[in-house]
């Protein structure tokens, strides 16, 4: 998905768009900055159902809509040159707990073997502020 289907949900109600992760990732920030209260959102199904790229989503857009608040605002610091911006590297994260804690199955060729807990934390602008990950 690019920055057009994230522009598409981003600030809508789910009665004014199609069903689709973003409208639910939408819905928990919007609720989160109107009512200053965390939001939860639990990813469940069988094996092979999506659920790692269901959380990938989730993650992409919150990364995208807390990038989209600060264009203009350009970081040239060094930290940001070598380590990436925050939400580059909460993107950047899964890819490297797959290489530990995935395999093939019957059903699916790169199985998630493990759970994650994500917390991302946003400031009271709602700018992505830290994450952790639980495994």
């Known amino acids: ?10 600030g809508k109600k789910r009665s004014e768009a199609p069903p689709h992760i973003f409208s639910i990732s939408n819905n928990a920030y919007q609720y989160m900055l109107t009512d200053r209260e965390n939001q939860s959102i639990l ?57 530990f804690g995935n395999a093939k199955t019957v059903r699916n060729d790169n199985s998630s073997r493990f759970g994650k807990f994500i917390r991302i934390h946003f400031g009271a602008t709602g700018k992505l502020a830290s994450a952790d990950i639980e495994t």
């Open 43 to 99: 990813i469940t199904g069988e094996s092979g159902a999506g659920k790692t790229v269901n959380t990938k989503r989730v993650i992409q857009y919150f990364a995208s809509i807390a990038a989209i608040g600060d264009r203009g605002k350009k970081d040239t610091t060094n930290a940001n040159k070598v380590l990436g911006t925050l939400e580059d590297q909460i993107i950047q994260a899964n890819p490297a707990l797959e290489a």
């Open 1 to 10: 998905y690019n920055a057009e289907v994230v522009a598409a949900y981003r």
